[in-house]
């Protein structure tokens, strides 16, 4: 899926051709894309310890440096490639801290889902399970950024409390709607109270991806040649990329703050589940879990992390600097 004609968005981190923009097989693809992320969001790349990971690093820089030792396989280079893109950060080559990681989203994100989406929610309750939200989704979008460019503590700040403060305002907003709605039932209004979290948090991952990368915006962010070389920094890709990103973070929430709801509006009525109580939260857990294991792939397979842009649809300076007629920018996660 492409919003701009002008880019091609690819997963390898090989650089563009300079004959044109290539894509490979598995990158070309939505399936592709999503069969690439599904690892990178494993959640068992938490546990890979620090000496499988340098183990995991040398192997592929031996493999780039051609000193490859004999006998080692595709399958142990993909593994290796796996893991390292699941921990680190491709523009900073350091290690992503675990709670902020792709893989790490869904596990520890997981709870703060279910806390949203609890019936019979208070303002209080609200306001606290938004902010944990929009906390953990700001922490996740400042880890996975375009990094090319150092970002200001201070920028992070006002990106961190613009997104808790929409999504407080616009949750604890709808929910004051809802109560002064007289002309609904109480059974009623209780089920689109459940609904309330959907475009709270919508709205305020846009303004939390937005805000936190800001800084990108009016610094611009780098884009490659095919040897890997900076050609420049550039504002253009720098808007695609977070364009692409925000996009993500409202596919994301969507089944996520939906299908629960539904689902367990259905279950509720079963006369097992009305006898035994205390098994709903167990049972909304769960679905909250498969729901978001299943959302976060997707969501984030509508666009891959490297992407490639037409020089021609860049600043003249950079369309100046290089032959090539495609260059590649890390769009983040």
């Given at each position: 899926m492409?919003?701009?004609?002008?880019?091609s968005?690819?997963?390898?981190?090989?650089?563009?051709?300079c004959t044109?923009?290539?894509t490979?097989?598995?990158?070309?693809?939505?399936?592709?894309?999503l069969?690439h992320?599904?690892?990178?969001i494993?959640?068992?790349?938490?546990f890979?310890?620090?000496?499988?990971?340098?183990?995991c690093?040398e192997?592929l820089?031996?493999?780039?440096h051609?000193r490859?030792?004999p006998g080692v396989?595709?399958?142990?280079l993909w593994?290796?490639q796996?893991?390292?893109q699941?921990?680190i950060h491709?523009?900073?080559?350091?290690?992503i801290?675990m709670?902020?990681?792709m893989?790490?989203?869904?596990p520890f994100g997981?709870p703060i889902?279910i806390g949203l989406?609890?019936?019979?929610?208070?303002v209080v309750?609200?306001?606290?399970?938004?902010?944990?939200?929009?906390?953990h989704?700001?922490?996740?979008?400042y880890?996975?950024?375009?990094?090319?460019?150092?970002t200001?503590?201070?920028?992070?700040?006002q990106g961190?409390?613009?997104?808790?403060?929409s999504a407080v305002?616009?949750a604890?907003g709808?929910?004051v709607l809802?109560?002064?709605?007289?002309k609904?039932?109480?059974?009623t209004?209780?089920i689109?109270?459940?609904f309330v979290?959907?475009?709270?948090?919508?709205?305020?991952?846009i303004?939390?991806v937005?805000?936190?990368r800001h800084n990108e915006?009016?610094?611009?962010?780098?884009?490659?040649?095919n040897n890997?070389n900076?050609v420049?920094?550039?504002?253009?890709a720098?808007?695609h990329?977070?364009?692409?990103?925000?996009?993500?973070r409202v596919?994301?929430?969507m089944p996520?703050?939906?299908l629960?709801?539904?689902i367990?509006s259905y279950?509720?009525r079963?006369?097992?589940?009305q006898?035994?109580r205390?098994?709903l939260l167990p049972?909304?857990s769960l679905?909250c879990?498969?729901?978001?294991?299943?959302?976060?792939?997707?969501?984030?397979?509508?666009?891959?992390?490297?992407?490639?842009i037409?020089?021609?649809c860049?600043?003249?300076?950079?369309?100046?600097?290089?032959?090539?007629?495609?260059?590649?920018y890390?769009?983040?996660l």
């Amino acid at each position: 899926m492409v919003l701009f004609p002008c880019v091609s968005s690819v997963i390898s981190n090989d650089p563009p051709s300079c004959t044109g923009i290539e894509t490979s097989n598995s990158s070309g693809t939505f399936l592709g894309r999503l069969r690439h992320f599904i690892d990178i969001i494993d959640p068992s790349t938490l546990f890979v310890s620090e000496t499988k990971l340098k183990e995991c690093i040398e192997l592929l820089d031996d493999y780039k440096h051609g000193r490859l030792p004999p006998g080692v396989s595709d399958l142990q280079l993909w593994e290796a490639q796996r893991i390292k893109q699941a921990i680190i950060h491709p523009d900073t080559g350091e290690k992503i801290f675990m709670p902020f990681r792709m893989s790490g989203y869904v596990p520890f994100g997981t709870p703060i889902v279910i806390g949203l989406l609890l019936p019979n929610q208070t303002v209080v309750s609200t306001i606290i399970w938004q902010w944990l939200n929009q906390s953990h989704n700001a922490c996740v979008n400042y880890a996975n950024r375009n990094a090319t460019k150092p970002t200001p503590t201070s920028k992070f700040l006002q990106g961190y409390v613009g997104a808790v403060t929409s999504a407080v305002s616009i949750a604890v907003g709808l929910n004051v709607l809802i109560q002064k709605a007289n002309k609904l039932s109480p059974a009623t209004r209780m089920i689109i109270q459940r609904f309330v979290p959907f475009p709270a948090v919508a709205s305020a991952n846009i303004c939390n991806v937005a805000l936190m990368r800001h800084n990108e915006l009016s610094e611009g962010i780098d884009v490659l040649d095919n040897n890997g070389n900076v050609v420049g920094s550039s504002k253009i890709a720098a808007r695609h990329a977070i364009m692409e990103t925000a996009f993500t973070r409202v596919v994301l929430p969507m089944p996520i703050f939906v299908l629960p709801p539904i689902i367990m509006s259905y279950l509720e009525r079963f006369r097992f589940l009305q006898s035994h109580r205390r098994l709903l939260l167990p049972i909304h857990s769960l679905v909250c879990l498969v729901t978001f294991g299943l959302s976060l792939p997707v969501a984030i397979s509508l666009f891959p992390q490297m992407s490639q842009i037409e020089v021609s649809c860049l600043e003249p300076e950079i369309a100046m600097a290089t032959d090539c007629k495609a260059v590649t920018y890390n769009k983040g996660l």
